[in-house]
């Protein structure tokens, strides 16, 4: 392809707020339809919006881990426009005076193979503004039904710059975007829940050239592999109009998933189709620089420099990193294991990245995907403890990984489930011990013949019987030693 591709995206977030925008309404997912929605979300006469500060705060947060300026004044627009999902006829939302200017999001882009870090660049922001949601439509054949559960939520938009220029980038943006935000706590960013959506504006130019070409915009996209699809397909319809010389129209498409291409909406309306004006129903909200400073106190690492931290700090291998830090939750349960044990950090990162991910991934329900790490019954401290048990000895390898199955049903501490079991590691110079060894060479002398005649793996035959004899109870590393004791 003689193009490259150009990518804007306009990332729709639902706050996690209790409360809708402008109304005390609630909003939960998965509510029986029309039971959250009150005289401000149905626009009855007489019913008067009032800003959730909350929601305010949250977009704050929002735009300090994003790297944005805050405004010291932002204020309500109506975007004024007709659509049965909203019962106003005009969405409150923020046009020329925005919550959050400019800004970037952090994106890493593939390596050349999964264990190797791949290059990092900021992606830049224009701005992100508060605004509400609408409410959602459902059609059926000839008939649609609404549901004004939705409308007035309290929603995040972000806008990028036209500056993503693959489908991996986009990718990247999409996932350390919410990253960020989950870390934070300000949105779930589940685009399952229609939590995270997203419109992706697409357009080419000829390889080399810095000149924008004409975008066409792709509405509500609502899952990873839709935003793929849809920005994949755009890429190529544009490039073939392209290369036949035609012109593209600046226009609204909407992505198709079933026949797997974008149609047109409509030619792209502009601002002042929205008639857009003040809202004369709320005041302008002033955040003075010390609230701003005081709510930057309550935000957690970004991703990406505690990724960095972890690597550097705890001299962890980049794979157990990019497990460990993408979920908040992770990191600071690997922190906090740590605080109690911080003699192996590897061990203890090991431990949660590999079997206990394995486990809380087979203990979630199918619909809903693993356990999260808040609800394992193992917590921080008694999973330090387990490794340090291992560490010093104190059981086998064999043993811990007996312990750790018991810890995550039961939720037990490690050393009470050693003494319930018995699991203690025999003496290492027991007498007993070698007589087991010598036994276990006599019995297997095709291994020994062959472990003599350079097959090393041949020998393990010989170690089996050891731990079969002992019940696992003997330490491999003595065991070892043993062997090639006898053997010289
Ligand atoms: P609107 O709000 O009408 O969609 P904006 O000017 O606010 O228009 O742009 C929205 C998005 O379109 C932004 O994310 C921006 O980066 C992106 N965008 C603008 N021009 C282009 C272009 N030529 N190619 C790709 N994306 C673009
Ligand atoms: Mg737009």
């Known amino acids: 392809m003689n193009y490259e591709p150009v990518i804007g995206l306009e990332v729709h977030v639902q706050i996690n707020t209790r409360t809708k925008a402008f109304t005390r309404a609630p909003y939960v997912f998965g509510a029986e339809p029309n039971t959250l929605a009150d005289p401000v979300v149905m626009a009855l006469p007489g019913a008067l919006p009032v800003l959730n500060k909350e929601a305010v705060r949250q977009a704050v947060r929002a735009g300090l881990m994003l790297e944005c300026k805050i405004a010291e004044r932002c204020k309500w627009d109506r975007k004024n426009y007709f659509y049965p999902d909203s019962p106003k006829n005009y969405q409150i939302s923020q046009y020329d005076q925005p919550i959050c200017i400019g800004g970037a999001v952090e994106i890493e882009l593939p390596g050349p193979s999964r264990n190797v870090m791949g290059a990092h660049r900021k992606v830049k922001l224009t701005r992100i503004h508060l605004e509400e949601d609408v409410g959602k439509l459902s059609h059926f054949g000839n008939a649609s039904l609404v549901d004004f559960n939705r409308a007035g939520v309290a929603l995040l938009e972000i806008v990028s710059e036209p500056d993503l220029y693959s489908i991996e980038e986009v990718f990247a943006y999409l996932n350390s975007l919410r990253q960020s935000l989950t870390a934070a706590g300000i949105s779930d960013c589940d685009m399952e829940k229609g939590q995270m959506r997203c419109d992706a504006n697409v357009s080419l130019r000829p390889k080399g050239t810095t000149t924008l070409g004409t975008r066409c915009e792709i509405k509500n996209l609502n899952s990873i592999s839709g935003v793929r699809n849809a920005v994949q397909y755009e890429i190529k319809r544009q490039?073939?109009?392209?290369?036949?010389?035609?012109?593209?129209?600046?226009?609204?498409?909407?992505?198709?998933?079933?026949?797997?291409?974008?149609?047109?909406?409509?030619?792209?309306?502009?601002?002042?189709?929205?008639?857009?004006?003040?809202?004369?129903?709320?005041m302008p909200v002033v955040i003075a620089p010390e609230q701003v400073e005081k709510i930057a106190k309550t935000l957690p690492e970004r991703p990406f420099d505690r990724q960095r931290r972890f690597m550097q700090?705890?001299?962890?291998?980049?794979?157990?990193?990019?497990?460990?830090?993408?979920?908040?939750?992770?990191?600071?349960?690997?922190?906090?294991?740590?605080?109690?044990?911080?003699?192996?950090?590897?061990?203890?990162?090991?431990?949660?990245?590999?079997?206990?991910?394995?486990?809380?991934?087979?203990?979630?329900?199918?619909?809903?995907?693993?356990?999260?790490?808040?609800?394992?019954?193992?917590?921080?401290?008694?999973?330090?403890?387990?490794?340090?048990?291992?560490?010093?000895?104190?059981?086998?390898?064999?043993?811990?990984?007996?312990?750790?199955?018991?810890?995550?049903?039961?939720?037990?501490?490690?050393?009470?489930?050693?003494?319930?079991?018995?699991?203690?590691?025999?003496?290492?110079?027991?007498?007993?011990?070698?007589?087991?060894?010598?036994?276990?060479?006599?019995?297997?002398?095709?291994?020994?013949e062959q472990y003599k005649a350079g097959n090393e793996k041949a020998i393990n035959a010989v170690k089996g019987a050891v731990m079969k004899a002992t019940q696992g109870r003997a330490n491999p590393q003595t065991v070892a030693e043993l062997i090639g004791k006898l053997l010289s």
């Open 313 to 448: 700090q705890y001299d962890l291998p980049y794979t157990v990193t990019s497990v460990l830090c993408p979920t908040c939750a992770l990191g600071d349960y690997f922190e906090q294991a740590l605080e109690v044990y911080p003699k192996n950090p590897k061990g203890i990162a090991n431990l949660i990245a590999n079997d206990l991910l394995r486990e809380l991934a087979a203990a979630g329900r199918p619909d809903e995907g693993a356990l999260p790490v808040c609800q394992c019954k193992i917590k921080p401290a008694q999973l330090a403890e387990l490794v340090k048990l291992t560490d010093d000895a104190v059981i086998t390898r064999q043993s811990a990984k007996e312990v750790f199955a018991e810890m995550f049903a039961a939720g037990d501490d490690p050393m009470a489930i050693v003494e319930r079991k018995a699991l203690k590691q025999e003496k290492q110079d027991d007498g007993a011990l070698e007589q087991i060894v010598r036994d276990a060479l006599e019995a297997n002398p095709k291994a020994v």
């Open 239 to 282: 490039a073939r109009a392209l290369d036949k010389g035609e012109k593209i129209i600046q226009q609204t498409r909407r992505w198709d998933a079933e026949q797997g291409v974008t149609q047109p909406m409509r030619t792209k309306e502009d601002a002042h189709d929205y008639r857009y004006f003040p809202d004369p129903d709320l």
